[in-house]
């Protein structure tokens, strides 16, 4: 059975797939800076009520099943995340005192409606690792 959340006045399952990709799509996301990242992330959706589903960060990109409130808008939730995210990525982990201004992640976004394939999209964004060696593997092949 399909499981439903409710607020006051609404029952419903919001879930998005959603990509998003540092600054020149540099390869940033390794070691300390990405468990930190991963943390950061988690605490702000917590803050919000947003359910951070599924997550995975890749060197150059992060994928994530988000389950968003619908008194909330997607872009909105995308530019909390990312703002704020930044900010502590330049307090925290780069260290920079100066906040205004520094930029971390790059300006868009891809974000897609989950639906019924929850499951399918859960496993690929578990498994985003392992297709990208493989696709480098069959790439090296030819």
Known sequence: MHEWNSLSHVRWDCKYHVVIVPKYRQRR?????KRKVGQIIRDLCRQRGVELLEGHLMADHVHMCLKVPPK????????????KSAVRIHRNILEKPRVTGLHFWARGYCVSTVGLDETAIRTYIREQEKIEKQQLELELDE
């Open 72 to 83: 909330f808008s997607i872009v909105f939730v995308i530019g909390y995340i990312k703002g």
């Open 29 to 33: 996301l390794y070691g300390q800076v």
